[in-house]
């Protein structure tokens, strides 16, 4: 059968010649954490724009709460933490990458505090917290529970010093540009078409384009990222013929706050560090059944746990008790803001929690510099698969690994738009309409029910008939969706949706045993013969497995 996600490259029909051009060395695309440590860096010696489909806040490193994993306190170690990361990810990390990532955490921290980021302090030193999976204290954190919008605020500060830095805030890049057209292995990124409300359709060319924008939580009913997180880095990549990684791995946090209608707000694993503790509607602590390491549990293991002990008892939730943390108010101020927003009293209350999607592990393959298949495409941050997390992330080590990796594809891309940018000859790019004569659907019920689907089928407990079912039901929406042009953000969003669901959907079925945070109900245990990553890429014709 025809299928729809291969066959589209560029989501409009145009001719390059006919539209408004933008010169830069560098292009970044998305403002997130990743994009502004990219930049700071590239615009030392290089001319950058960075792009951001809605307000620079919008990203998870905003809305990130636990911290930062770095090797603080003498009495840790740097192969304690790597051992503690390799275990997390269950055979799948990329060792090389963990050991980079660890060895540098402690200097981007450093770094940050220069630049004046506000981390808590125990005096001279940093206040330290533990977190699930980590066998020390080696979280540094912010104003509490609130890092990531600290260092949000540290990089934006210090991005808006950079002479030759411009944000491009509400501009939405619609595809990636590249040589030849089609994409795929050989080809060259070469910049990319954009639109903007005020501007209308525009092309960026640049010398380097540098792909940051984020995850992809809003596949999922149940998510504690923002609505910005429309998967688009993957339909951009996948549609260029870039190589796509792990894209089965998607983690979910175990606790969010669950309140009927509102939105699943996270609440952050330092609470349990601190000593939270998971309790049932009898108030039974149960994790300790389900690992030797209780609440403190890697994430994928408390998820499962969270919904299988809802499913034995008939429960639709489970609670976060912190009655005994009487500091708890002046350690995590935005959660107890949060749930007394509710009308919870932590101090006298427990919290009603469930998991939800939180962070997608897989992405675009990249080395931690962000280089891909494509030439001149480097992928960094939440978009990226780096092999760092395996098939489970541990706690605190996104936020070092989006300033190592952005700091780094900063460096590389100026110094290759420097070396080779001046000189590229760019080509005139005309894409034919693709004409369909299939009716409308309507996007709004498409999406709402792909992230149901989702949530079903392709959650934390996975089941082969559900996967297969699940993919016949993306592949009709995607006849019916990826066959026509739309003219705004909504509907340009909801194609890199489907497309990402379309992948994940894929490698999920594809991957015949359980792995971190992979489970399948039909195939319990971890097989070693599936101890490797799974990389997929476009063709016009087939799905390239490698």
Not at 491 to 496: A, H, K, S
Request: charged share 20%.
């Amino acid at each position: 059968m025809d299928n729809a996600y291969l066959r589209r490259r560029y989501l409009l029909s145009f001719e390059s010649r006919r539209l408004p051009h933008i010169f830069t060395d560098v292009l970044i695309v998305g403002a997130g954490g990743a994009g502004l440590r990219a930049g700071i860096e590239a615009a030392q010696t290089a001319q950058v724009i960075l792009a951001t489909k809605g307000d620079i806040a919008a990203s998870n490193t905003y809305h990130a709460q636990g911290g930062m994993a770095a090797v603080i306190d003498p009495a840790d170690s740097l192969q304690h933490h790597i051992e503690d990361t390799l275990a997390t990810g269950c055979g799948l990390c990329d060792a090389g990458v963990v050991e980079q990532v660890v060895n540098a955490a402690r200097a981007q921290v450093m770094q940050m505090s220069e630049w004046g980021c506000p981390f808590d302090m125990a005096g001279e030193t940093f206040e330290l917290r533990r977190e699930g999976g980590h066998r020390a204290h080696r979280i540094v954190h912010a104003n509490g529970d609130a890092t990531g919008l600290a260092l949000y605020r540290t990089l934006h500060a210090k991005a808006r010093q950079c002479g030759n830095l411009k944000i491009f805030e509400n501009c939405f890049v619609i595809d990636l540009l590249t040589d030849p057209p089609c994409g795929g292995s050989g080809a060259t990124c070469v910049g990319a078409l954009t639109y903007h409300p005020r501007y209308g359709l525009q092309i960026i060319r640049a010398g380097y384009v540098i792909l940051a924008a984020g995850g992809a939580g809003m596949l999922w009913r149940e998510t504690s990222n923002p609505p910005t997180a429309t998967a688009d880095s993957i339909g951009l990549a996948f549609r260029a013929g870039a190589v796509i990684a792990d894209a089965e791995m998607m983690q979910f946090h175990p606790t969010t706050l669950y309140i009927a209608g509102g939105s699943r707000s996270l609440i952050s694993e330092a609470v349990r560090g601190e000593g939270g503790m998971l309790v049932d509607r009898d108030g039974t602590r149960f994790m300790k059944d389900y690992h030797p390491m209780g609440d403190l549990a890697p994430r994928d293991v408390v998820s499962r746990a969270i919904v299988d002990h809802c499913a034995r008892i008939g429960a639709s939730h489970v609670f976060l008790d912190v009655r005994h943390i009487k500091t708890f108010a002046a350690d995590f101020p935005s959660i107890d803001q949060q749930v007394r927003a509710f009308g919870i009293d932590p101090a006298t209350e427990v919290i009603p929690v469930h998991p939800a999607a939180h962070y997608m592990i897989g992405g675009v393959q990249a080395d931690i510099s962000g280089r891909t298949s494509v030439g001149g495409l480097l992928v960094i941050g939440e978009a990226s698969s780096t092999g760092l997390h395996g098939a489970n992330r541990l706690a605190s080590n996104s936020l070092i690994e989006v300033l190592v990796s952005g700091k780094l594809a900063g460096e590389l891309a100026a110094a290759e738009a420097a070396g080779s940018g001046k000189n590229i000859v760019y080509k005139d790019i005309v894409w034919p309409k693709y004409e369909s004569h299939r009716t409308e659907l309507d996007l709004t019920d498409i999406r709402n029910s792909l992230r149901s689907l989702m949530w079903r089928n392709v959650g934390i407990r996975r089941e082969g008939q559900r996967l297969s079912e699940t993919l016949e039901i993306i592949a009709f929406w995607g006849r019916y969706v990826l066959d026509k042009e739309f003219v705004d953000p909504a509907g340009w969003e909801i194609q890199n949706m489907l497309t990402a669901a379309y992948l994940i959907g894929e490698c999920a079925l594809r991957r015949t045993e359980t792995r971190g945070v992979h489970y399948r109900e039909d195939f319990p245990t971890t097989d070693q013969s599936w101890a490797r990553r799974q990389r997929v890429r476009r063709s016009e014709h087939q799905l390239v497995v490698e």
